[in-house]
Each structure stands twice: as C-alpha cells, then as structure tokens.
C-alpha cells in the first residue's frame, strides 16, 4: 500500500514523506515569519503596538499560503479538485474563526465594540492554525473531523501535520491567557496580545513537533521493514 | 489491603480524617495567627525610669490611690502636662482624603463644602492634620483596641472577634487614665464599653450593628453633648460617631447621604471646638480635641483590607496651637495609627502601654523644651526598648555600657551594622550617649544647636528602626504547633485522596465484569479525569503568587469553562454522523443524547460567561466595567426588572423540575404549593422593601421576611422528614402478576427494587426542596443586583445534573461530582466575592432579625457569602436521584450499606478530598509566605476564606449524608415491612388455592 501510493505521485498521497511536511511547516513558519517581518519593517508596528492590525497582516499573508498548500494534499483528489479543495479551506477560514470566537468567549474573552476588531482578526488567525487545514485536507468528512479533534489520533504524517500544529495553536492560546489578570502592568497583558503570543509560540512548537512525530514513525516503520 | 471496603468502614475513616483536619487547623491557626500580645501586665512608674535598671515591682505602688499616682507620675516624667482635657471624637469610617486630599491635591469640592469649619481651621493653621496610615484588618474593633489605645498591631484573627467584642485586658491608655483618676465619658459605639467595662463614668452605646440606620446613631451621641460641654467634672469625652460608616455601606463614597452626613460632622466639631476654646478663656484648663478616623473606606463603601482607600485614616488635632500660622498649610504628613497611643500618653503624662510599637508624633510637642523633647524621645525609646528585649531575649545591651565608653567614640559611629540585637543596642545607646553629652554640656553652658539635633536625630532612627521591626514582627509563631498542625493537616488529605482512590479502584475496576461497556473506559486515563487533577494542580500553584490570589475570579472561570470545553469534546467523540444515514435506532439514539448534551453545557457555557461578567471582581481589575456596576448606574428599575426575570427563573425552574418528575402525587403538589407561596412572599419582600434600604427596616418588613424564613424551613425539614415516608410503596399485586411463583428471590427483589427507587425518589424530592428553598433564600438576602448569577447558578447546576443523568456512563462519578463542586467555587466568586474581607455583604446580614444577635447575623453573613458552594454541594442531594447508579449497585447483594457506599461515598468524598487538598497546599503557602509584605493583606484573608469554605463543605457533606442515611434507613426500613406483609399476602393465597 505504502509503496502504491507512493509512485503515484505527490497528490495522491495521504502520507508523505518527513521532508515534504519540513517544506510544508517551513513554508508556514516563514509564511508567519515575513508577515511579522513586514509589520515590524514596512509598518513599523509589533502585536503589542498595535495587535489588530498585526493579526490581519498574519492572517492576509498566512491564508493563501496555507489554504493553497494544505489543499495540495487534500484526501480524495480523484473525487474532490483542486479548486473545491481551495474553496473548503475559504469556508473552513469562516466557519473555523466563528468557532474559535465562541470558544474564546466561553473562556473570557472580552466583548465590546472596541475588542470587535482584535477579536475578529485573532479568530482569523486562529482558524488559519486550526481549522484551515483541516477543511483543505478533510473537507466535509466527520470521520476524519472526529477523528483528529475529538480523539485526537493521527494515523498518517498528514494527519500529524494537522492534528498536532492545531492543537499546539490552541493549548498554547490557553497558556497565553495565564498573564493577563496579573497585575504587572505591561502592555503586552492586553486580550489577545498574549493569546496570540501563546498561539504563535504553541503552533511552531507543534509543527516541530510534528516533523520529529513524522520523522520518527518513518523510522519505526523502516524498523519494521527489515 | 482488604477485599472490600465496606460502608462501616469508609465512614470511619472519613470521620476519622475530618476529625484529624479540623484538630491540624485548629493547632495551625493557633499558632499562626497570634492572639496575645507579647507582653502582659501594665507599665507603671518604672517607665519612667531606664530599661537597664531591674527595678523590682513595688507592690505599693500599684496599690497607690489615682491622686498620688497621679503626682509621682508627674515628678518621675519630669514635664507638666500640656493639657488637662482630651476630646476624642472618632469618626467612623472617614476617609482621610476627604478632609486632607491625597498626594498634595486638595479634596474634592463637595467635601470642602460640606466642612467649611474643619477647613478653614486647617488653612489656618489652628489645626493639624495627618493621614494616619491604618494597619490592616481595617474593622473598627482591632483599630481601636490596637492602634488607639494601645499602640499595637494585633494579630488578624481579631477580625474574626470583631464581632465578639471582648473586655481589653492588655496595657491601654484608657486603663492608664482611668488609674490616674481620670473621669471618662463615653457616648457612641458600644464596642469601646464592651472593651473598657466599667471605666466610664457616664456612657450611651449605640450598637453598630444595625448597618442600614445612619441618622439614629448619631442622633444619639449629639444629643448628649450639650449637656456634657457645659459640665467640668470629665478629663476624656469620647464620642464615637458610626453613621458615616453606614453611609458608606449603604451607598459608597459617592452617596448622596454622604455630603449631610459630613456637614453634620463638622458642625459637632465646631460646636466642641468653640465650646473648649471658650472654656479655656474661662481658665477651666486647656482642652485638645483630637478627630480621628479608624480606618477610610473603598469606593463601594466597604472596608477591611489593606487598600490606600481603607488604611487612609484621620488624624486631626485640634487646640494644639491658638494662633493661626502665616502661611497656609498645604501638605499633610503620614503617621501611623498605632502613633497616637505613645503621643497621647507623653502628652497627658501616662505611662507608654506596654506593647505599644507606635513613635511619638514629634509636632505635638512642639511648644516644649528641648530639653523636654528629649525626654519624651527617650520614654519612648526606653518602652520600645523593653518590648524588644522581650522578643529578642538576648537584647541586654550590658557590655555596651556607657560608661565604659567615651563619648567620642559614639558620636563618632555613623552606621550601625550586624545582627539585629547588635543594630538596636548600637542605636540605642547611640541616641542615650549624643543625650546624655548634650546635657552635660547643657550644665556647663556650652550647648549648640547642632548637637541637639544630633541627639534628636539619633532617637529618631532608634524608634522608626525599632518600631518598624515590631510592627513586622508582632508575631512570635510556635514552630512545634504549626509543624504539628500542618502534619495533621497532610495527614487528613492523604486519608481522604487515599479513600477517593481506593473507592475509584473498588467501583470501577472490581465490578469489569457486570459493566462490560465500561471496560475500555476503566483502563486509561482520559483528558476529562486528568484535566479534573490538573486544575487541582493549577490552583495549587497560583495560590502562591498575590495577584493571582486577588484575582482568583478569573482562574475558576477560565478552568471550569475550560473543563465544560473538554466535556464538550467528549461528547462529539460519541456522536456519529454520516455513516449508515441513521439506519440503527442505536445510533439515532446516542445521537439525540448527544445533541442533549451539547445543548446542556453551552447552556453551562453561556450561563457562565454571563456570570463571570456580572461582577469584575478582584483587586486590581475592579474598576474594570460590569454588568452590576452597569445596573447600578441604570437605575433601580434595571435593577427590579432582573430581580423579577430571576426570580421568575428560579421559580419556574423549580416548579418544573418538582412537576417533571414522575411520581405525580398530592403531598408532592403540597410541596411545590408550599413553594410557590414563599416564592410569592419573597417576590413581594424584594420588590417593595429593598429599594428602601436608606430607611431603618421597619417592623412589617422584618416580620415578612420572619415569616418567609419559617415558611422555607418548614419546607425544607418537612420534604426531609415526610417523603421517605410519603413514597409511594410499588404494588406487589400488579409486579408479581407476570411472575407465577412468589419465591423467596423475588421477595428479595421487590425490597431491592423498592429501596432503590424509594431512595431515589425521595432524594430527588428533598434535593429539590434543599435546592430551591436556598435560591429563594438567597434571592431574598442578596444584594439585589446579585439575583441574576443566583439564578444563572441553578440553571448551570441542573443543566449539569441533566447532562449527568443523560449521560450513561461517558464520565465517572467522580467526575461529574467534582464539576459541580468546580461550579460552586466559580459561582461564588460570581456573586462579587473576592478574597479579600472588604466584599463581605455586611448589611444583608441583618434582614430580618429583629434584636441584634451576633450569631444570627454571623450565620446570615454566612449564608450570603457562601451560597455558591453550598449551592453546589446541597445539590449532591438530587444528583444522587439523577445519576442511574442503580447499574453500579451489585445485583447480588443488595445491603444498605453496599448503596450507600455506591451512591453518596463520591459526592462526599470528592469535595472533601479537593478541599483538603486547597487547604493544605494553602496552609504551606502561608507559611512559606509569612514573612511577605502582603502577608497580612492578602494571604491572610484568603486564609479566612480557605478555612470558612472547609467549614462550608463540612456542613454540606453532612447534610448530603446525613439525608442519603436517613432516607435509606426509612425505605429500608419500610421496605422490610414489605416483605412481611407481602409474606403474609403470599401465605394467604396459598392458604387460598
């Protein structure tokens, strides 16, 4: 099965090789990178300075590159084209900021007119580590859904890619949120400075994470294959 | 290990470890929290004379009549008094910025106008004012037995004997007067009679419990005043005035009573102020009038914790000077409040109290000597020389004797340095040495002015070093008590963790064999039980951080909603969707289930958000906006309509849950009549009384309110003591029509049957009585703002039972038990409850009680700041009914105690192994903590808390046992006459055929 799907090339695959989830995360990661990059540089601003704007430039830069890869391995590429997968990755941007808005309420977070735009643009990012790729890869399959986030169990290096950034996105926003009633006064206590913080920090974590998982598992199975 | 863990057993040991809990805190907060003072007995002549002397108590001297004690005091003191009367007028509550301003601003426009006297004789000059910075807890008992009269700073525990006020046994300066023949005069807060029996010659107490009355109190001490400025025959008029307090707990810094309340104030002032300057015109002696304050209030008009806005007192003397300065005066110096004590005793020639750590306020003494000066400066540093030596016993100063050493040599050391002893001895002898040069030079005539300030300087460092180190160190704490205390404590946890583990293992992993669907679930640890641990651990480690402990509101939120957040994601994982399109009616089910239980906790979920917005809560945040600060500001119609909405809530809620259930029956109807009656009389209380809390609560309404109390206990203990009675026994005839054989099986599992569901349907029903009775309680005692989280409360607590009941065997008891337990806890914060001492709901306390009672109204204070988790542990009672434990029960035997172990054993053992958990950690925490600044202000208070929810809990517990006991020996017991009688039936009907 393994060797099958192998020769049939980099879309057919529903597990691929260590090296191309490190092009993937590393294109993600510099995605990231050159979005904080060009605020610090061409805008001058950080997330501290001014979050909301900050948040839109990551997710303006992060979404494409991460709904145009993501959709490259997308499950059934014989019933689902490339395009449709694109178009679940758009849908699953909305439906995955909705989602991660509720559940940072239910958790706190505050609402009012002057959060609504920091909030809107943090859900944005947060769906881009969670949900997005997900949607891409998965589309509409609850098993799959199911699968990754309420079992949480991988089965394949895809599945890894998916599973592990997403939930390192979110434990790591449920860490961001520790400082905030403390009472040290820096500016970076602000919802969802710290949040997202913890997010970013959280998402690069697991995407190492991820590799190494991935890594190791190509091993074991060579191992085996012995 | 044995087999089994039978009934008998699991309780013994349960009692057993509270018993052990309760004996380690009692041994720990002995020791921690200091309740005597370092030295007894009272000074007398021979603090006058220095510490190095051993002067052996003259027996006589004490026994001296006030007059000659009174003489020998002023040959040892050597100054004469500078006056012959002292007014003290204690102003409850009062905020030193109002009078003084903060950090060099003026106050603001309307307190200046409200005291136009007070003001323009502190532009003048004629009076000195301080902020006399208050030592926390800031209630007014401690403040005044402390800080006033006798220069202490007390343990915290003396929050807890505020309201059992006790007679001042220790050194005080009333006692010192009183010894000098002082006549003393009293009128005012009835605290200072309770603390000084029988030393006053004429008195008029006002009680200050009655929180809700601003003008009588005050009345009361103003009308006595008249006649008492006119008479000569007193030395000390105290007049202790509340009403500015209860202004402020009624309706906070801003109310609108608060400007009159002021006014009237400063016209008492001016009236004595004229009075004494007239009758010292007249040559009736001089008189200081001394205004003070004995702690300031928050801007909710609460006080008790260690806020600038509580600890900033007043202090104002008045009489000091006669002439008005020059120049205005802008700024306004900080003393402490223990100060006073030492200040008032050299000024009037008493003795220091004993363990007073208080510095003499050097401004007062400014029409004296230097030579005189110098003496006051050295009393004082002989008394706090004498408190020191008992505390470091090795403080003796005997080698560094004067003497010996030349005076060169100690005008020539600059800095003290060493072991504490060493700094003290070197600073003390330091100042006598530079005093002792400076008058010998005096003699000789060649003193300058240099040397003088030396001296001075000198004392200075000496008190402020001593003083400081006392005040830090005014506890001595026993190390075998809290080692042992603590030990005892870990002990009693470990006994209750262990019987929590030890029933999991017996629950769950010995009865595989019956629960086959369980098998997977047994083996493994899941998010949710682990995620349950792991809060634990995480309110283990912020207890150690101050500002998490200030603002724990925001932990128990962000946890609980986290631990519903991965409920949720539980249920998802049993939802099936896609596969087969729904073929199997299994499926379908399950379904729907979870679609119930998804509802369920966003219900949970939203309910919570919602409350956790009701109050901001906590220290640093607390300006922060809220929806109660919001519908406060609203209006009172805002405020009516939520309290209708909620009361409208609990009542159809509890109606429904009691007509829901399945046995439709008279006596049940009788309860849910009985409840709707009281609904009824406390929707009327709430909507006609409490908007007219500024009025003294009138005879009608306390009535009323007496009346619902009864109607909710009546409810309460009859639902306890009727329905195991009352529940209907299941028809033999009609269970054994489809069996043939009436065999000695199936009378056994008739009684089984019996005492399963007579339990649980007794249960449910006196659940729903405990529940319900206490929300309509609490909707009655709360602020009125706070009936919505009440509300939002028991839709999170039966929305959380529902989800249990439907929830088959997804999570484990214990589980679900701690989720309610987590409810409570981030309820109670919900209702505005913070840890520090200052959100205690003290004017609720006083609905309906019609005598003042000091138990009654602690039990309501309790009641009203503990309604959350008592909320949550009352409702253990129904949960018991609502889980289908009847699965868990062994088929074979069927025992009582085999039940109960089954049912109530987690809903008891489950809070009480978390509290003891809390409790232990936090009792470690604390004395890790003992020497941090906010020891006294924020650990403490927490401390309290801790304590107060073990309490809590206990109480709780018991009431769920102790019903789940009682109710199962009731069915148990009926359910044996059933056998009899379905014995002698089926003996009939052989007898028949």
Redesign the interface.
Known sequence: MEKKTKTEGIDAVPSLSPWKAFTVHLICGLGLASALWVAHKVYSIDLISDPSYTLRLIWVFEAPITILIYSLFRKNPKQCSYWKAVGQGTLGLLVGAIVNVLGAIALGAPVGINYFLKTVNWSLVMSLFTVVPAASVYGSSWMDWQRIFAHTKPSGSIDYMICLPAHGAVIGAWFGAWPMPLDWERPWQEWPICVSYGAIAGYLIAMVASFGFTLLRREVRHVKGE | MSSSLTCTKLTLFTVAAILIQIIGLSLFVLGFFPVKPALSGVSGPESFQPPRYCVVEDQNVSNLPPDQLKSLYQELYEIPPSFDRLILMVIDGLPAEFVLGRDGRPPSMVFVESMPYMQSLLASGMAVGYHAKAAPPTVTMPRLKQAMVSGAIGGFLDVAFNFNTQALLDDNLIRQFFNIGWKMVMFGDETWLKLFPGLFTRHDGVSSFYVKDTVEVDYNVTRNLGDELNRTDWSLLILHYLGLDHVGHIGGRSSVLMGPKLKEMDEVVRMIHLSAQQSQDNGQGRTLLMVVSDHGMTDSGNHGGSSYEETDSLLLFFGLKHKPYDYPLVTHGTINQADIAPTLALLFGVPIPKNNVGILISETFDSLTDEQRLRTLELNSWQLLRLLQAQLPGLSCGSLSLDVLGDDQWSGITKCNGSDDEIFCCLFVKAEVLHKSWKAKRVSGSTSRDEYGNAVMAYDVFLQAASEWLSRRTTYKPVGLLASGVAAMVLSCLILMGLNFWLDQEVYHRNLHRLPDMKDNVHKWHVDEIYVLVIIFILVLSMG?S??V??EQ??W??LT??FY?IIL??I??F?V???GQGLFTLIRGQNSRSYIQIFYVILI??A??IM??WHQG????AHLPDISKWLEQAGKDYVKSIQLVSWLLVISLGLYSLLSFQLKKYSIMVFGFTFSVSGVLVLQQILNYQDTAFAASSYAAVSRVQIIYALLGLLTFGAVFSVPWLIPVPNPKTASSHDVRLSNNFLVDIRRKFLLLGCRDSTYVIGWAYMHCWCLLQLLLQQPTNSMPVALLLVQILASMCYSSNGGQHLKQWVEVAALYYLGMAGHFALGNTNTLATIDVAGAFIGISSHSTLLSGILMFIITYASPMLSLLSMVMYISMKETCSLVNLEDADMGHFLKMTISFPCLVPLGFNSILLVAYTIVLLLMRNHLFVWSVFSPKYLYVCATTACVYMGVSVVSLTAVYTCLVCAWRSGTLRCSIRDESRGSMGLQ
């Open positions: 951080s500002s998490m200030e603002e925001y932990i939120h962000f909603s986290s957040l994601r539980k998802v994982q939802l969707i896609g596969t979920l939203m919570g958000r956790r917005s906590g220290v640093n945040w």
